[in-house]
């Protein structure tokens, strides 16, 4: 089929248009010297030192990053043992029910997630006195969702993996315990990668879950964004917006550039 | 006395390490019998028992509850216990009679409702020409394509949100465009109204449709269109006939991945939409952060657990053992 409809250009322009449009501006506004952003006032960098000069935002940078990192590690460690038993362990008893709390966070809005983390906590802190509202309980209620995620992600990876290798080695004597970290492990690798991203993304980009966890100062990255914004368009949020999409379009080309030229050395 | 002391914190060291090794033995020796399995699976099981399960619980149980203003926390114990010892059990179903009685919980569900089957009808339409042309599209070019199409999933949704602000905003940049082109008035925009919320929608889930779409598309045996047109079927005929069909596992993947999160939508609605875009995430949060009332933002949670949690995943449920069937069949 030679013939590629003009439509179908037209189309797929106009979606890659409106994916687009909106990034491109806020960058285009983040070096307005205008505070007002419909008039354009000369390029200036203005609102970069002032994002620079805010403690208050950087500080909750900081947060959510260790909140994220942390988030991420634990949520992999979680993710794989379920992944690993959802998809090489057959039947056992309880099997439904861990597919089931793995893929009910899923499809669940966050402010239930939200609502519910928190009377939880609110219980446990009647009760025994721990945890106190805050960085702790933001990560432990992220660590839950973003585990999910990555049951997901390993489990597909598992599924679709040769499970020869595994048994060759168990054939030759190798301990199960053995088996996982010398063949299964390495072999689901970009697996545990991308599972890390992913909670790490999910988590530093949460606002709702946060929100309803968190405690007096601990203001999460999210959270301040979100009073600001809702206070209306503010020049210091377009200098943010900015430098996290040109962060994560460098790091999606790294990795692009890097897998490209495996690739290519594999063959 | 020094290397008394030296040898006594090595000695200590010693024993650490010794028992972590004897530690690490017994763990390998679970693992060699069913047991390890128990420990790999208990593991997961036990954290989201605690942290997923329980909560809906504790939700259940407050919901039941009535709201005390002025302490923490503030609602009513279930259980009281008089000074003589004895204990009462007390339900108060009060919140779940306001749900139904007030008309703002009913039209806030069905207005989420709206949002999110309206975005997705979009979606499906902005979503499917680019996941057809991507799935057509040389290899090369196609990864350079899905690429720009996940790329701004990666960045904060947040921001990717208020982005739209400065552009549907009045005189924002699409007002400025269209004023140019005297379509409207100067000082036109649509921010805080629920077609901006519609345009927010789309805009952030718009690459959760094309992605199931363009797996599906590219799976397809596209001989089957050149047969048909060899066969004399006009391109929109064939399209109607074979490519369509054939899509609807992606179709529906994508429509689900859309539409599941969009019915709960809290940050959209809320900063792009109006006060009168009430959706039922908006409501809870309301409900919990502005009037302070955790027993019946808990009976809301309940009823989204009812009305759209529980429904999703039977569909799922169903969905999955219909794929399984469709696959042993085959």
Request: no cysteine; net charge positive.
């Given at each position: 089929m030679n013939r590629r409809p003009f439509a179908l250009y037209t189309a797929m322009l106009a979606g890659y248009a409106f994916l687009y449009i909106p990034i491109f501006s806020v960058i285009a506004y983040s070096f307005?010297?205008?505070?007002?952003?419909?008039?354009?006032?000369g390029f200036s960098l203005r609102w970069y030192g002032e994002l620079l000069a805010n403690q208050q935002l950087l500080d909750a940078v900081q947060r959510s990053f260790l909140i994220a990192a942390i988030t991420a590690t634990a949520a992999v460690a979680l993710g794989t043992a379920s992944g690993l038993a959802l998809s090489r362990f057959g039947r056992f008893p309880g099997r439904g029910l861990l597919s089931l709390m793995n893929s009910a966070p899923m499809v669940m809005p966050d402010v239930m997630i939200g609502l519910s983390s928190l009377l939880l906590f609110v219980t446990l802190q009647q009760a025994f006195d721990w945890p106190d509202r805050g960085m702790t309980t933001i990560t432990l209620a992220h660590i839950t969702l973003t585990a999910c995620y990555v049951t997901v992600v390993v489990r597909s990876r598992m599924t679709s993996m040769d499970e020869s290798l595994e048994e060759a080695a168990m054939d030759l004597g190798a301990r199960p315990w053995r088996v996982f970290f010398v063949i299964t492990l390495p072999l689901i690798a970009p697996a545990l990668l991308a599972g890390w991203l992913l909670a790490f993304t999910l988590s530093l980009d949460d606002l709702v879950i946060a929100s309803f966890t968190s405690g007096p100062g601990s203001s999460t990255l999210p959270m301040v964004v979100y009073s600001k914004v809702k206070l209306g368009v503010t020049p210091e949020i377009n200098a943010l917006a900015t430098i996290i999409v040109v962060a994560v379009a460098l790091g999606v080309s790294l990795a692009g550039i890097a897998m490209h030229r495996r690739d290519r050395e594999a063959d | 006395m020094r290397a008394a002391s030296a040898s006594g914190v090595w000695g200590f060291w010693f024993d650490v390490v010794r028992n972590l090794f004897g530690w690490f033995r017994l763990v390998g020796r679970e693992f060699r019998t069913r047991r390890g399995r128990f420990l790999v699976t208990s593991l997961p099981m036990l954290w989201l028992a605690l942290f997923f399960l329980v909560p809906f619980l504790i939700v259940l149980k407050i919901s039941f509850s009535q709201a005390v203003f002025g302490q923490v926390p503030p609602y009513t114990a279930l259980v009281e216990h008089a000074a003589d010892g004895a204990v009462s059990l007390r339900l108060h179903a009060s919140n779940y009679a306001m749900l139904l009685s007030d008309p703002l919980y009913v039209s806030a569900y069905l207005k989420s409702l709206l949002f999110a089957s309206v975005s997705t009808g979009f979606c499906l339409l902005l979503g499917y020409p680019i996941a057809y042309g991507i799935a057509r599209a040389r290899p090369s070019m196609r990864l350079v394509l899905l690429v720009l199409v996940v790329l701004p999933f990666w960045t904060s949704s947040l921001l990717r949100t208020y982005a739209l602000m400065g552009i549907l905003k009045a005189n924002g940049l699409l007002g400025q465009v269209l004023s140019a082109i005297a379509l409207v008035e100067p000082g036109w925009g649509i921010l805080y109204s629920d077609a901006a919320v519609y345009v927010g929608i789309v805009y952030n889930y718009l690459p959760f449709m094309i992605l199931p779409l363009t797996a599906t598309l590219m799976r397809l045996d596209f001989t089957l269109l050149e047969a048909a047109e060899d066969l004399g079927a006009k391109p929109w005929h064939a399209f109607m006939r074979i490519t369509l069909p054939l899509s609807m596992p992606g179709i529906i993947a994508g429509a689900l991945l859309v539409f599941i999160p969009a019915v709960g939508e809290f940050v959209i609605p809320d900063i792009l939409g109006g006060p009168d875009a009430l959706t039922i995430g908006r409501v809870l949060w309301i409900e919990f952060f502005t009037n302070r009332d955790w027993p019946l933002a808990a009976a809301v949670t309940i009823a989204m657990l009812v009305l759209i949690v529980a429904p999703t995943l039977l569909f799922e449920y169903v969905e999955n053992r219909r794929a399984d069937q469709e696959a042993a069949n085959t």
């Open positions: 307005n010297a205008s505070r007002v952003s419909t008039v354009w006032g | -």
